[in-house]
């Protein structure tokens, strides 16, 4: 299927994790210029060689007001943003969300799930308005409308991302730039894989059995054997930024499968 945005300059935030690099490849099948962003030169160093001709990364903290201005100066010198993937994000602390978590496990989840987003599309979105065509495709999570108690500052940055991301598809539809938010649950990442070794050595089993534990006790409507792949993610992320897509502003869509319990959005 032909996505219609051959020549599409694509910043992913993000961009050296499972979900952005399959979303990068997608792009550039599509015939998209594609930057990727990321903290770890690294990671994303390996990222971009992985993925070859058209794309290039540019490390930053986005939690640094300046270096995302240097991210948007990069872009800008490349025609500027007409595509933004925000997938930058981390779990966050985990524990008793009163009793254990404190001002600073909040802040950190806050600046780097939330703000770092506001932050990168404060610098790039009104320039997609003005040049009057752009798709702007978040990544929260299950948890922004499934809140899981032992990950409350992940919950509260993802529910207002999800908030955030629903106000700017009204005030930017009639500029030309949509947006929409793709909801994943338990995708195989590096997040995931952390999670799931430390559940293995905590509980003295191995990774695979503490996969499957966490499936059977905390995801029972999950209805697959397995945790999702980057590259099912990506696919719904792709299929946001296109032409394809032009009758879809202030969507969450759901790639989960079945983990969310709920019929509300």
């Known amino acids: 299927m032909d996505l219609g945005i051959e020549g599409r300059v694509a910043l992913i ?16 099948d599509e015939g998209c210029a594609v930057v990727l962003t990321d903290i770890d030169q690294g990671k994303l160093d390996a990222a971009t060689n ?29 025609g500027g943003a007409g595509i933004l993937v925000s997938a930058a994000g981390v779990t966050g602390a985990k524990g008793h969300p009163l009793t254990e978590m404190t001002d600073e496990d909040y802040e950190d989840a806050w600046q780097i799930d939330f703000m770092s987003a506001v932050r990168v599309m404060r610098e790039v979105v009104p320039p997609m308005a003005e040049k009057g065509w752009g798709r702007v495709v978040v990544v929260t999570s299950e948890n922004a409308v499934q809140p899981y ?39 195989e990442t590096p997040m995931t894989d952390g999670m799931m070794k430390k559940k293995a050595d905590q509980e003295g089993v191995t990774k695979d059995e503490a996969i499957q534990e966490f499936l059977k006790e905390d ?24 032409e394809r897509a032009s009758f879809v502003n202030g969507s969450n869509y759901r790639v989960d499968g079945g983990s969310v319990g709920a019929i509300e959005t």
Request: with cysteine; hydrophobic share 45%; net charge neutral.
């Open 219 to 242: 995801r029972p409507y999950l209805e697959f054997d397995r945790r999702g792949k980057p590259e099912e993610v990506a696919a719904a992320i792709a299929f946001l930024c296109s």
């Open 149 to 187: 108690w032992e990950e409350a500052v992940y919950n509260v940055a993802k529910a207002a991302l999800l908030n955030l991301t629903k106000g700017l598809s009204r005030r930017y539809a009639h500029e030309g730039v949509l947006v929409n938010s793709v909801a994943p649950a338990f995708i």
């Open 13 to 28: 935030t993000g961009g050296a994790g499972g979900i952005g690099t399959a979303t990068a490849r997608l792009l550039l």
């Open 50 to 78: 992985e993925l070859g001709d058209g794309a290039v990364g540019v490390a930053a903290d986005l939690t640094d007001a300046a270096d995302v201005r240097k991210v948007a100066s990069f872009v800008g010198h490349r």
